[in-house]
């Protein structure tokens, strides 16, 4: 309800206080009491606060749409390449797995770097790999020159993908940190889209295509460099290494004067001004949140959405009756603009509706999906358009849900001091996924047939949701130090 603090202020100076319904102890905490001032030179500044957040989550998020386009570019490359290279099954699982090793390996080390150097340097060297490497396997001679540079790719995005939720987590408000991280989300699922539309445009060139495809990416590459000389570190890193005075100043931007010492103070409680450890990692206070973490991170991958990413091209091409190559490449614009259409609306509902609901309605409906595609791909005389719906459908709730929020929940469920390490360590669990499933999936395809894989893929989003259902919490509108505190509450409840 809204009280007035004291009606006899002149009007233009008077404070509006909101208070969450029910008792003014919410366990929502600070972030839920929202200051609304009539003074225009306050709602300004608030005003400029909001832009300039916006302004770093968009700038990290340059390197989601690098990580969409260098992952999913590989989709419509496969085609010429086998063809260039006279590629076996096995070759072409290696050069499409090359880059997800590679993310792997740099998703593991991403703790170290960013604890160390702080999350924008490390962003920055991520930069000049992502160059380096497009152009480095823009111009192979051999599919190990192919390899070796997409791996060099994958350090790129595994830095990254780490990397960037983290930080926009760090410099979001609460009240709206499960959007601005899942922009990051939004800009792999345009960079995958706009990898399928580049493929498609440029199959026309011959044999070479493959080239202009994944050279492309370097224009990007260079301005995500640029963007970031122009974004500071993250005031949470800055304090949590000491740097009190330099962190403050980053919060005055973010939150405005009145409240940058209180957040200063927050974090600086929460941090403990130590260095996290690895010991931390796996104490047993930080148990809970790490098998929530590193579920949802496996889980999201090996129900097998990088199939339909990876391989769509060659799965419509070679294994759905009467479809040719350019039908396949055109089909992968649809699949691309239902990716898009689905995160657009888990961006706006992500801070209304929560995690954990959305998590619960994407795997309920891709197991749904995926068992529809089985029953479809095995009866004959079906029409192809009905096996297109039942993978658009299965894309849809995959980006609605468990392509977004795992990389929400992942950046915000641990305390700052560890959040490096423990985020590295998930998203490295998100990459064996994702190796394992891209380098198994044609293998598969020869030993179960297509029906049987998917079915297999089906049973593990009904395990997906089994786990959400009773592992995952509910974190929507919670500061990171409130959700440290639940975890806390748990735990010291279990010694009692």
């Known amino acids: 309800m809204l009280k007035?603090?004291?009606?006899?202020?002149?009007?233009?100076?008077?404070i509006w206080h909101l208070e969450p319904r029910g008792s003014s102890q919410s366990s929502q905490g600070p972030d839920m009491h929202i200051s609304a001032l009539s003074d225009p030179s306050q709602q300004a500044g608030q005003a400029n606060s909001r832009l300039y957040v916006l302004f770093l989550a968009l700038v990290a998020a340059i390197s989601g749409f690098l990580f969409g386009f260098d992952t999913a570019v590989i989709n419509g490359v496969l085609l010429f390449l086998q063809r260039q290279f006279a590629l076996s099954s096995l070759e072409t699982e290696i050069a499409a797995s090359a880059l997800l090793l590679g993310c792997l390996l740099g998703a593991a080390g991403a703790s170290l770097v960013g604890d160390r150097f702080g999350r924008r340097k490390s962003l920055l060297v991520a930069a000049i790999l992502f160059a380096a490497s497009t152009l480095g396997a823009a111009l192979a001679q051999?599919?190990?020159d192919f390899s070796i540079w997409r791996l060099c790719g994958g350090l790129a995005i595994g830095l990254a993908s780490v990397l960037t939720p983290v930080y926009i987590a760090e410099v979001a408000p609460a009240r709206n940190r499960g959007r601005l991280v899942s922009m990051n989300q939004l800009a792999i699922v345009v960079g995958i889209l706009v990898a399928y539309m580049?493929?498609?445009?440029l199959a026309g060139i011959g044999d070479s295509s493959w080239r202009w495809m994944l050279g492309v990416a370097a224009i990007p590459a260079l301005g995500f460099f640029l963007g970031l000389l122009l974004i500071p570190e993250s005031p949470r890193w800055l304090i949590s290494q000491g740097k009190r005075e330099r962190g403050r100043q980053v919060l005055t931007r973010i939150y405005g004067a009145a409240q940058a010492e209180e957040q200063a103070a927050l974090v600086e409680e929460a941090s403990g001004l130590e260095a996290g450890t690895w010991k931390e990692v796996f104490s047993k206070p930080m148990r809970r949140p790490l098998l929530v973490a590193l579920g949802l991170a496996i889980l999201c991958q090996i129900t097998g959405i990088n199939t339909v990413l990876y391989y769509g091209s060659i799965l419509i091409s070679q294994h759905v009756r009467g479809q040719t190559a350019g039908a396949a490449l055109a089909a992968n614009i649809v699949i691309g603009c239902t990716n898009l259409l689905c995160t657009l609306l888990a961006l706006r509902f992500v801070d209304r509706w929560g995690r954990r609901s959305m998590l619960l309605t994407g795997s309920a409906g891709m197991t749904a999906s995926l068992l529809l595609f089985v029953i479809a791909y095995r009866v004959p005389g079906l029409p192809p358009l009905l096996i297109l719906a039942c993978i658009l459908c299965y894309t849809g709730f995959f980006a609605f849900a468990m392509g977004p929020i795992p990389w929400v929940v992942i950046s915000e469920i641990f305390p700052t001091k560890i959040r490096g390490r423990a985020a590295s360590m998930a998203t490295s669990m998100l990459w064996t996924?994702?190796?394992?499933?891209?380098?198994?999936?044609?293998?598969l395809i020869r030993v179960l047939g297509v029906s049987g894989t998917f079915f297999v893929y089906a049973v593990l989003c009904a395990i997906s949701f089994v786990f959400i259902w009773t592992r995952v919490p509910e974190t929507k509108g919670k500061t990171l130090e409130q959700i440290q505190q639940y975890w806390e509450g748990l735990n010291h409840g279990e010694a009692q």
């Open 4 to 14: 007035k603090l004291d009606a006899s202020l002149p009007a233009q100076v008077r």
């Open 198 to 201: 580049v493929s498609w445009d």
């Open 142 to 144: 051999s599919v190990l």
């Open 433 to 443: 996924g994702t190796l394992v499933v891209t380098f198994t999936f044609l293998s």
